[in-house]
């Protein structure tokens, strides 16, 4: 990381790299790729934890394609979708916890009387980014 390459445009200070914007010249570090908030970003771009959660990995010697700066949290760094692969092409497919319709896992199941017998995993679930594979 460098620092930033600043212009003048409408009584802010931009970076040419990293396209953010400041009242006054930021002292900071340049990521070097485009600098995106969490709710305004291309569809494709993926946190490696938005990615493990897809069951996916990044391709070798892939670099960042933009960043999300968090106070709390520091560099964000966002991939393309394209530049990922299926870790495991057999995992059913993911669900976030709280929306996993109907499934239950295992545990949920038993509590209600249910056996799972010779069911198959019909997908998993994202908890606290950790990948439960229970899901019936």
């Not at 040419?16 to 914007?21: A, E, L, P, R, S």
Request: proline fraction near 5%; charged fraction near 30%; include cysteine.
């Amino acid at each position: 990381m460098k620092k930033h390459n600043f212009i003048k445009e409408d009584k802010l200070w931009k970076c040419t790299v990293c396209g953010w914007k400041w009242t006054s010249k930021s002292k900071t570090i340049c990521p070097e790729v485009t600098r995106y908030n969490w709710e305004e970003r291309p569809e494709n771009l993926k946190t490696k934890i938005e990615l493990e959660r897809l069951n996916l990995n990044l391709k070798e010697d892939t670099t960042s394609q933009g960043v999300i700066f968090s106070m709390t949290g520091g560099f964000y760094w966002l991939y393309r979708l394209e530049d990922s692969e299926k870790v495991n092409p057999n995992l059913p497919p993911i669900y976030s916890w709280d929306n996993r319709n109907s499934l239950k896992t295992p545990g949920e199941l038993r509590k209600l009387g249910l056996e799972i017998g010779n069911a198959k995993p019909k997908g998993t679930a994202s908890v606290w980014d950790k990948i439960l594979s229970e899901l019936i």
